[in-house]
């Protein structure tokens, strides 16, 4: 299985990009679909996640400013980030809880990585 994120960049404050993260390979279902993100000298933390019907839970510091979405048919969730401000400024991974063959237990695959900068 392999989780590729994309959309990354620099932008300024104020400003919005949005990522895309496609998972490839031996997938049976997928159960969630998210990001996370983790900046200089921080832990790793959530960001955005969806269900595979479609219910999203934010972190408190994005909500009203990213909106995730997800393509089930082609195993990809996006993540649409505005009124950028610099503190969001991280790595950003994208991350599936998703079984590879049916009745299998689910686990957690991580994406490589796309760096967002938020410049003020």
């Known amino acids: 299985v392999q989780l590729q994120a994309s959309g990354g960049g620099l932008v300024q404050a104020g400003g919005s990009l949005r990522l895309s993260c496609a998972a490839s390979?031996?997938?049976?279902?997928?159960?969630?679909m998210g990001w996370y993100r983790q900046a200089p000298g921080k832990q790793r933390e959530l960001v955005a996640s969806?269900?595979?019907?479609?219910?999203?839970n934010y972190a408190y510091s994005v909500k009203g400013r990213f909106t995730i979405s997800r393509d089930n048919a082609k195993n990809t969730v996006y993540l649409e980030m505005n009124s950028l401000k610099p503190e969001d400024t991280a790595v950003y991974y994208c991350?599936?809880?998703?079984?590879?063959?049916?009745?299998?237990?689910?686990?957690?695959?991580w994406g490589q990585g796309t760096q967002v900068t938020v410049s003020s």
């Open positions: 991350n599936a809880y998703l079984r590879t063959f049916p009745g299998t237990r689910p686990r957690d695959y």
């Open positions: 390979g031996s997938i049976a279902n997928i159960d969630a």
């Open positions: 969806i269900r595979s019907g479609g219910s999203a």
